[in-house]
Nanobody, 125 residues
Framework: QVKLDESGGGLVQPGASLRLSCAAS????????LGWFRQAPTAPGKERKF???????????RYAASVKGRFTISRDDAKNTLYMQMKTMKFADAAVYYC???????????????WGQGTQVTVSS
């Protein structure tokens, strides 16, 4: 397994941009699909919602409908780092964001084996 560490969270205003990073502190991203999930403070049962995912070689990306066109997922395997550029942020984007590594591009969090500790994103005016 790979150990993941997210960073880049913070407080932003609606309409602003933010970039999240996820680095592999142990192991390598090579051979893993990677994803971003988020957990809103009001989520029932604290479920983690799919946000975006990218395939092992980066040729396939998938986005939740709520972020498509505003968020961009990318990876730099030479740096063992996953990114998510978030633009035109909304109040509804406020959540703890988690990166995850797994075998394939899935939207189901159960399909991912390794998880980071999360980074908080707050959207407030």
């Amino acid at each position: 397994q790979v150990k993941l560490d997210e960073s880049g969270g913070g407080l932003v205003q609606p309409g602003a941009s933010l970039r999240l990073s996820c680095a592999a502190s142990e192991g390598s991203f090579s051979g893993y699909a990677l994803g971003w999930f988020r957990q809103a403070p009001t989520a029932p049962g604290k479920e983690r919602k799919f946000v975006a995912a990218i395939s092992r070689n980066g040729d396939e990306t998938r986005y939740a409908a709520s972020v498509k066109g505003r968020f961009t997922i990318s990876r730099d395997d030479a740096k063992n780092t996953l990114y998510m550029q978030m633009k035109t942020m909304k109040f509804a984007d406020a959540a703890v964001y988690y990166c995850a590594a797994g075998p394939m591009v899935y939207e189901d969090p159960l399909a991912f084996d390794s998880w980071g500790q999360g980074t908080q994103v707050t959207v407030s005016s």
